[in-house]
């Protein structure tokens, strides 16, 4: 059972940038995919960035490429969102998931889920 919990979140302006991040409960952390999901009022959770267990495969979401960058230090059994020029389109609970092996862009390819951290956007 891996636990994830996630910070960083916080309020800024449109423009700004976060970075968020994704502590691991366990060193198996190293063999799984990790992604980033997030889900604004009103709406379904969405996709937002996945990696490979090493690193070395990154994807994202339409609203994400060439803001966003997710990537993953195995030996501190970190994940991080960094997140530039935001948008108030960008406000959401941001979610860390993971999953062993493989990839996947929808969350119920994802065993384990953090509680999430809010992003808030403004204008």
């Known amino acids: 059972q891996v636990q994830l919990v996630e910070s960083g979140g916080g309020l800024v302006q449109a423009g700004g940038s976060l970075r968020l991040s994704c502590a691991a409960s366990?060193?198996?952390?190293?063999?799984?995919?990790m992604g980033w999901f997030r889900q604004a009022p009103g709406k379904e959770r969405e996709f937002v960035a996945r990696i490979s267990w090493n690193g070395a495969i990154a994807y994202y979401a339409d609203s994400a490429k060439g803001r966003f960058t997710i990537s993953r230090d195995n030996a501190k059994i970190m994940v991080y969102l960094q997140m530039n020029s935001l948008k108030t389109e960008d406000t959401a609970v941001y979610y860390c998931?993971?999953?062993?092996?493989?990839?996947?862009?929808?969350?119920?390819?994802?065993?384990?889920w953090g509680q999430g951290t809010q992003v808030t956007v403004s204008s």
């Open positions: 366990e060193r198996t952390f190293s063999t799984y995919a």
């Open positions: 998931a993971a999953r062993p092996g493989g990839t996947g862009t929808r969350d119920y390819e994802y065993n384990f």
